[in-house]
């Protein structure tokens, strides 16, 4: 059946970077965006930016500009999230999610914890 | 970046009860909105995409209104499982943008 599955919680240093995995299955890679949204404890939800696996295109939150980059495995219809130069502001459980577009997000991963102390 | 406002914050509620969250958007969308629905520890689920339109699954109880800067999210007839944080988000344009979200509470 269709999954988002993604890699299990990160804890890192400030400075330190992360890199969280999004593995898919059953529907096609190529033809959905894969967009990248965080929350963090007890707050709302943040769009961060997505990928698109057919054309390796994408499009980041201005606030990451420079931290974040965005990409994806066709090989193995993996997306992946890196972030740079963590800080305590970056802690937060980080969803990928897939969308025909870029539009609304119908399928999610579970989450990944990403922890900054 | 567009700012959306979501009303009320929290609201109380019962079973059998209809319940109204409101979205407000700082400018024109359109129709470019979408709401999710989210529960402790579990990634948002999406009811509603252009603003009107039920996606396949969710239950007929949901329902979204407007166009413009003003929109509705309902639910008649609360079930249990619909006590949960809702959130709208625009795509109109990036980057794209939720509310800060409305959790429904037990009365």
């Known amino acids: 059946q269709l999954q988002l599955v993604q890699s299990g919680p990160e804890v890192r240093k400030p400075g330190a970077s992360v890199k969280v995995s999004c593995k898919t299955s059953g529907y096609s890679f190529a033809t959905y965006i894969i967009t990248w949204v965080r929350q963090a404890p007890g707050q709302g939800l943040e769009w961060l930016g997505y990928?698109?696996?057919?054309?390796?295109?994408?499009n980041y939150v201005e606030s990451l500009q420079g931290r974040v980059t965005m990409t994806t495995d066709t090989s193995t219809k993996t997306a992946y999230l890196d972030l740079d130069n963590l800080t305590s502001g970056d802690t937060a459980v980080y969803y990928c999610?897939?969308?025909?577009?870029?539009?609304?997000?119908?399928?999610w991963g579970q989450g990944t914890l990403v922890t900054v102390s | 970046a567009i700012q959306l406002t979501q009303s009320p914050p929290s609201l109380s509620a019962s079973v059998g009860d209809r319940v109204t969250i409101t979205c407000r958007a700082s400018q024109v969308i359109a129709s470019a909105l979408a709401w999710y629905q989210q529960t402790p520890g579990k990634p948002p689920k999406v009811l509603i995409s252009d603003a009107s339109n039920l996606e396949s699954g969710v239950p007929s109880r949901f329902s979204g209104s407007g166009s413009g800067t003003d929109f509705t999210l309902s639910i008649t007839s609360l079930q249990p499982e619909d006590f949960a944080t809702y959130y709208c988000?625009?795509?109109?344009?990036?980057?794209?943008?939720f509310g800060q979200g409305t959790k429904v509470e037990v009365k």
């Open positions: 999610a897939r969308g025909l577009s870029t539009e609304w997000f119908d399928y």
């Open positions: 988000q625009q795509f109109y344009s990036f980057p794209r943008t």
């Open positions: 990928v698109n696996p057919y054309s390796g295109g994408s």
